[in-house]
């Protein structure tokens, strides 16, 4: 609600596409600059207790952005500061939370559901969220959206506080931090399944997120609705994310995981492209759906795959960068798509970067046997995955019987 609002308001403050790319470029880049620090501290201290102050800290934000609002004094500066201050908090926020699912796992062999049901969780709230914008913005105001955020952040905490969790092991402070940092770049990128996994996602989210930077222009100046345009087309890719996830959680295991990464990358991109050349408000909503369901399956089971073969000790380090990877490379692509929106126009700019996703995930598909071979006795070693699993999951189907044909 908070994200949709957000944009909203700054469209309708200053009418700029490229005030758009600059409120989300100076929110997320801090992602890029400060989450592989994050990552070091995850591994380092209490990720629980790490968590309940960022979510406390985010709290304050979303309350001081509703005070603002709702007492008419809020001034695009003002939006600014704040966004930047939630790019911060997101900074330590992501890699921590990504880092934690495990910890409330007892067996490796769940954590594809696992994080299939937070995607699951998520986008339910994405589905709702932006729907229950548009219609509380065309009602109220901004403000109010603002408020209800700001309200949802003492469940979180609540929840947080409530869980009993076995004491983990953190990793001495003993080696220098900038150590740490370069000994988890050097360990993610000089393996060949996590770096042609990072590379992906960062194209993805260089080219691919910033669509939602575009969608009020879509929304109003493409389709000629107005919040709730808005509402309904981030709702279907909420919808359509929500399906992947469902999916991927009913999966009982995790084999042939890998190649839904490139097949779903180019889904995404696809979508991409039908939407920059969609006038037709029906047709939009059809494409955000095969959106929101293309980038969190190739999301979803990037961050399984990772997290099954990455070594425990350096899990916070590599999720870092996976989120910096993630949202870190979003505030330039945000940037990007707010100024070709403005020198090329939004349906060409859409063009531009969903080609440039299914090129990508052409080029992904070409080593897919090469990594899949990799990242097999890794599975195997830990248990993930068995001989036996391998075996009923490749055996094809039982032929019917001709009387059973009908």
């Not at 699912?101 to 339910?124: H, Y």
């Not at 999951?393 to 009387?403: A, L, N, R």
């Amino acid at each position: 609600m908070q994200n949709v609002a957000m944009g909203w308001m700054v469209y309708r403050l200053t009418g700029s596409a490229l005030m758009l790319g600059t409120v989300s470029f100076s929110s997320d880049i801090f992602a890029f600059l400060l989450m592989p620090f994050a990552g070091v501290l995850a591994d380092r201290l209490d990720r629980r207790r790490m968590l309940i102050t960022l979510q406390t800290l985010m709290l304050t934000q979303a309350l001081t952005l509703a005070v603002l609002v709702l007492s008419r004094r809020i001034e695009i500066w003002q939006v600014l500061v704040l966004a930047a201050f939630m790019g911060v908090l997101n900074a330590f926020d992501m890699p921590t939370r990504q880092s934690f699912v495990i910890e409330m796992l007892e067996d490796k062999s769940d954590l594809q559901n696992a994080i299939a049901l937070n995607s699951s969780l998520f986008n339910a709230a994405r589905l709702l969220g932006p729907s229950a914008a548009g219609v509380i913005i065309a009602a109220v105001g901004e403000g109010c959206c603002f408020l209800i955020n700001a309200v949802s952040y003492s469940a979180v905490v609540i929840a947080l506080c409530l869980m009993k969790l076995p004491r983990r092991a953190v990793a001495s402070d003993a080696t220098d931090g900038l150590e740490n940092l370069r000994e988890g770049f050097a360990y993610t990128f000089g393996f060949l399944p996590l770096r042609n996994i990072m590379l992906l996602v960062s194209l993805s989210s260089l080219m691919g997120i910033s669509y939602v930077v575009l969608m009020p222009i879509i929304a109003r100046d493409i389709l000629y609705g107005g919040p709730k345009t808005l509402g309904f087309l981030m709702s279907a890719a909420g919808l359509g994310a929500l399906i992947a996830a469902i999916y991927l959680a009913a999966r009982k295991n995790i084999h042939g995981l890998a190649k839904f990464i490139p097949y779903s990358a180019a889904v995404f991109g696809c979508a991409i492209l039908a939407l920059a050349l969609s006038r037709n408000f029906f047709l939009s909503l059809a494409a955000m759906v095969f959106v929101g369901a293309g980038l969190t399956s190739e999301m979803a089971c990037s961050n399984t795959i990772i997290q099954t073969v990455v070594d425990n000790d350096k899990r916070g380090r590599v999720m870092g960068i996976y989120a910096m990877a993630f949202r870190g490379i979003a505030p330039f692509g945000s940037l990007l798509a707010g100024f070709l929106a403005a020198k090329i126009g939004t349906a060409t700019t859409l063009i531009f970067t969903g080609g440039a996703i299914v090129i990508g995930a052409g080029l992904f598909a070409r080593q897919l046997g090469v990594l899949i071979e990799m990242i097999r006795p890794i599975h195997l070693r830990e248990g993930i995955i068995s001989e036996e699993t391998e075996a009923r999951e490749s055996k094809p189907p039982t032929s019917i019987p001709p009387e059973s044909t009908l």
